[in-house]
């Protein structure tokens, strides 16, 4: 389990970006541009990463499901499962 230390929220950031990419930036925000400021252009990109990020869980667990669907007999209990099953529980 990571530390509280390795958890920071970033609520600012200051990024100091090479040519090409701040021409990029710059093609992308200001008037009749898609994003008013550089600032908007970046939350969404880092909400579209998350997002691919969630599915990409999502789409781990749902194989990890499928796989144990396929691997394992999930056949009826019987009286004696349940048996076990409440002696366990008590």
């Given at each position: 389990?990571?530390?509280?230390?390795?958890?920071?929220?970033v609520?600012?950031?200051?990024?100091?970006?090479?040519?090409?990419?701040?021409?990029?930036?710059?093609?992308?925000?200001?008037?009749g541009?898609?994003?008013?400021?550089?600032?908007?252009?970046?939350?969404?990109?880092?909400?579209?990463?998350?997002?691919?990020?969630?599915?990409?869980?999502?789409?781990?667990?749902?194989?990890?499901?499928?796989?144990s669907?396929?691997?394992?007999?999930?056949?009826?209990?019987?009286?004696?499962?349940?048996?076990?099953?409440?002696?366990?529980?008590t």
């Open positions: 389990m990571k530390e509280d230390r390795d958890n920071k929220m609520r600012r950031l200051n990024a100091t970006l090479p040519d090409p990419l701040a021409l990029h930036v710059g093609e992308m925000t200001g008037k541009a898609l994003y008013e400021t550089p600032s908007e252009f970046i939350r969404d990109l880092v909400r579209r990463h998350m997002e691919r990020h969630l599915e990409r869980e999502r789409g781990d667990v749902h194989a990890l499901l499928a796989r669907l396929r691997e394992n007999d999930y056949e009826p209990w019987t009286g004696d499962d349940l048996a076990d099953a409440r002696k366990a529980a």
